[in-house]
């Protein structure tokens, strides 16, 4: 039996010693960031009717609730934002599962108690506020974008 | 000339003579003299006669006698060769002396006739069924993975280097099963996920050039699956099995928050009813796989039966169907991100494949020294991507190959013995993809086996076939063979053989007009057939003590090619690809094989393949191939446990189509392969079955390696199995 320990401990040397873990990603960088300034222009809505401001980051053009589509796994959203007559905001999304390519990004506000009662005040777009815009992101990624809200000319609503 | 008539007259009185000539049976049972458990696949023969039977899964045999006692021999690998007096009136039982070492297998496939593998003057490499279960295989596949010297490169396989990459189309290995060709009529690609799995009773891979005896298609070797006999007594196996992907290593690659598993059940019955027997089986496997868009549903039925008319005619029925939908993966988004399909990809899209195969075997032995086989079957394929079809990326083909074979088979006399037949293949293409086209190919074959110089046995044949076409003149192909095995004792023998082999391109290669993932494919109508020689020599020794065996087998090849057809990408183009007769080329090698097998159950299997495989014409290596191979089986029993390790190293291919990067990110990658597997299995006799519990680890380094350019091999998968027979 001897023997046959030492060819099993020959060929586990050969093994260890011939390998290593192979193919790595040439990039370390695990995730990407995408930070988000919202600007917010002209005057805020009544203090009561602003329960809160959220942004949802959509990989897909929602096609039914928004809600639904958060839990469907479509979309990424932010903590409430309760800040009230602000002029500007930064929220970050840190993503780890890319690349990815985020067709619809918006800022939603809710305007009553009930959670589906949102309406889309601001979107990600190439200054047109009728043609939200695409961003890629890739490990490493570091983005910065730009969303306008104005209280007083909502983009169009997606259904 | 015999009218139809009187052929089927004569035909009648022939089966009403040898019916009526039928007085008695034998039959038995074989068993391992030390624990009296039964020994499957050992061959029963009838001396001086053709008769005989090989037994089954719990050790039985029959065979239909005129006589009332038989002389006997019986053979099993491992076991020593018995002869024995056997009347025909009771059911025997034959204890089997285990020797102490190891013997010959048998084998069918090196020369269309059963012989022992150390009498053929080629390589041959067996793999078992027992494989199939310790390993966790649900794919033959991934079962010749490893078989020494074979490379599989997603559905190419790769004998010696004969296969680099080409796209899933025209392999240059002929898949068969019981003789039976398994190509598709348009790609000429092998269907693995056809063959039934729980009766598989071993599969033979021959090296080298074999189209002097299987025609277009054995350029680089011979995949013969041979299914398993009905069962004597009713048997039921069944099959269960589940395994879970690891978590990749870096969070790049880690796209799923899902457990990602394959699982499968597979489903077995087989029994001998007196003349009649039956065999079916249901698979059903659902991957999920590692990568992202790579998912696969797959259901596979098996049904074969046998009717013996006579003890001198028997008759077999085979049906295998498969019906998958699978994702169409092809490549990586990037190495950064390698488990996801580039980002474009419409991930909606999945093939439909259905693939049905329906053959029949006749065999007729017309006396003590010489039988007639009759082949005869057809193989539908078919796939679609479900896209409309005026969409460019549309893909669809249907597909049937009409099989016949009439093989004679003669043992002249003691010294010679003689194999003739003809063949037919007709590949029939009704497709969007490839146009509607029909290839014929008609060959004939004979061969001589002669063993008249002791100790020497020598082969001579020859086979040509014809290949009928309307958009290209064909050349008739000659496809000679030459082999020595010379015993200089009982432990060393020496071979030498000489074969040719052709391969007719596939109607796929000649009309493709495709566009695939940012790859477009476009006809070449022009195409010749490509053309092999094949050299080899070797020498395996036995160094055998009392309870120790060693087998050293030595082979050195030499393969040349010429019109080796290859895919070609267009000058001035991005991913045009057209196949090509491009390359005259060489593969040189060598390859070791050895084999140590104790008393105490311990098994230690080696083998190291070098090649050299050169692109003539360029001066420099031919595109994805290894120079080296290295294969290595560790098992050790300790009943009710079975332990096995498996490791395989394939060096990094030294050259690949620099064109692809245009298309393919981080395409240039080469790495060496190193691969694990461990498994663990206890036998059991749980609620009076016989029971194996497995569990095994794939990839149990976790090591990332390529499978192809652009594709992570599988990563670390662990694999639950409970195999249970009744």
């Not at chain 1, 695409?134 to 007083?152: P, Q």
């Not at chain 2, 002396?97 to 053929?120: D, G, M, P």
């Not at chain 2, 990809?345 to 999945?350: C, F, G, K, R, V």
């Not at chain 2, 030294?654 to 694990?676: M, P, R, V």
């Amino acid at each position: 039996m001897k023997k046959y320990n030492t060819i099993l401990l020959i060929l586990f040397s050969l093994f260890i010693f011939s390998c290593d873990e192979g193919l790595a990603p040439l990039n370390k960088d695990q995730s990407a960031s995408l930070n988000i300034n919202i600007k917010f222009i002209n005057d805020w809505p009544k203090k009561d009717s602003v329960l809160g401001l959220r942004v949802a980051a959509f990989k897909l053009p929602p096609s039914e609730s928004l809600l639904g589509e958060i839990t469907s796994g479509n979309a990424n959203i932010s903590d409430l934002i309760t800040d009230y007559d602000i002029d500007s905001k930064n929220i970050e999304f840190i993503y780890s599962k890319l690349p990815l390519d985020l067709k619809y990004i918006v800022v939603a506000w809710q305007y009553e108690s009930d959670i589906t009662m949102q309406r889309i005040v601001g979107v990600y777009n190439n200054s047109i506020k009728t043609e939200p815009a695409m961003i890629s992101l890739d490990f490493g990624d570091r983005k910065n974008i730009e969303i306008e809200v104005d209280w007083n000319d909502f983009p169009p609503q997606p259904f | 000339m015999i009218s139809h008539r009187n052929l089927f007259k004569y035909i009648f009185l022939l089966l009403l003579i040898t019916s009526i000539s039928v007085i008695a049976d034998v039959k038995g049972v074989i068993v391992d003299n030390d624990n009296k458990e039964p020994i499957i696949g050992a061959r029963v023969s009838v001396l001086n006669t053709l008769l005989g039977d090989i037994t089954d899964r719990k050790g039985y045999f029959f065979i239909k006698s005129s006589s009332d006692s038989l002389l006997l021999e019986i053979i099993y690998a491992g076991y020593e060769k018995k002869t024995i007096v056997a009347n025909s009136k009771d059911s025997i039982i034959i204890n089997l002396e285990r020797k102490t070492y190891h013997s010959n297998e048998l084998i069918v496939s090196a020369n269309k006739k059963t012989e022992s593998i150390q009498n053929v003057p080629i390589s041959v490499s067996l793999i078992k069924s027992e494989d199939f279960s310790t390993r966790n295989i649900s794919s033959i596949d991934y079962a010749l993975q490893y078989v020494p010297g074979v490379e599989v490169n997603q559905d190419n396989v790769s004998i010696r280097g004969s296969s680099g990459f080409s796209f899933g189309v025209g392999t240059r290995t002929i898949f068969l099963q019981d003789g039976f060709p398994l190509l598709s009529a348009d790609n000429n690609d092998i269907k693995f996920d056809i063959i039934p799995i729980l009766f598989i009773d071993r599969v033979e891979v021959i090296k080298g050039a074999g189209s002097a005896l299987y025609g277009t298609s054995a350029l680089g070797g011979v995949i013969n699956v041979l299914t398993a006999k009905p069962s004597t007594n009713p048997l039921i196996r069944m099959r269960l099995y589940s395994g879970l992907y690891d978590t990749p290593k870096y969070e790049q690659w880690n796209w799923s928050d899902n457990n990602l598993t394959n699982k499968g059940l597979d489903l077995a019955y087989s029994q001998k009813f007196g003349d009649y027997g039956i065999m079916g089986s249901v698979s059903l496997f659902s991957r999920d796989s590692y990568k992202r868009y790579d998912k696969s549903d797959r259901i596979s039925l098996f049904l074969k039966q046998l009717y013996d008319f006579s003890d001198y005619t028997n008759f077999e029925l085979t049906a295998n169907y498969s019906t998958s939908v699978t994702d169409d993966w092809v490549y990586w988004n990037g190495l950064d991100s390698a488990l996801i399909p580039p980002t474009n990809t419409d991930e909606s899209i999945a093939i439909t494949s259905n693939k049905l195969a329906i053959s029949t075997n006749v065999k007729h032995i017309i006396n003590d020294i010489s039988f007639l086989n009759f082949k005869l079957g057809v193989f539908n394929t078919y796939f679609s991507n479900m896209l409309d079809a005026d969409n460019s990326e549309y893909r669809e083909s249907t597909g049937n190959t009409y099989f016949f074979e009439t093989q004679y088979s003669n043992s002249i006399n003691d010294e010679n013995s003689l194999i003739s037949g003809i063949e037919s293949r007709i590949n029939q293409v009704n497709s969007f993809t490839y146009g509607d086209n029909t290839q014929t190919i008609l060959g004939a074959y004979t061969q001589l086996e002669n063993k008249s110089i002791s100790s020497l046995i020598a082969t001579v044949g020859i086979r040509t076939d014809q290949e009928l076409l309307d958009t290209i003149d064909t050349k008739i192909q000659f496809s000679p063979k030459f082999g020595l095995n010379y015993s200089i004792n009982d432990d060393i023998t020496l071979r030498g053989s000489y074969g040719r082999g052709f391969r007719a391109a596939s109607l796929a290669e000649r009309f493709a007009s495709v566009q695939f993932q940012g790859f477009n494919v476009i006809a070449n109508t022009k195409l010749k057939s490509e053309i092999s020689q094949s050299f080899e020599i070797g020498c395996s020794y036995d160094i055998i003590n009392s309870n120790e065996y060693l087998n050293i087998d030595i082979s050195g090849f030499y393969n040349k090619y010429e019109d080796l057809i290859e895919p070609t990408f267009e000058e001035n183009s991005q991913a045009v690809i057209k196949f090509m007769n491009i390359i005259e080329a060489e593969i040189s090698g060598v390859e070791i094989d050895l084999t140590f097998e104790t008393e105490k159950n311990f098994t230690f299997k080696s083998s190291l393949t070098y090649l050299n495989p050169k692109n003539i014409v360029e001066n420099k290596d031919l595109k994805y191939r290894s120079n080296y191979l290295w294969y290595n089986t560790l098992n050790y029993q300790l009943l009710p446990f079975e332990l096995q390790f498996d490791y395989r190293y394939k060096s990094k291919y030294n050259e690949i189509d620099d064109i692809l990067g245009l298309t393919i990110k981080n395409h240039d990658l080469k790495i060496d392969a190193h691969i694990l597997d461990i498994s663990l299995s206890v036998y059991s006799d749980l609620f009076d079955t016989k029971t194996k519990f497995t569990m095994n680890v794939k990839n149990a380094l976790n090591y990332y390696y390529l499978e192809m350019v652009g594709n992570m091999a599988p990563i670390r998968f662990l694999n639950f199995q409970i195999e249970s027979e009744l």
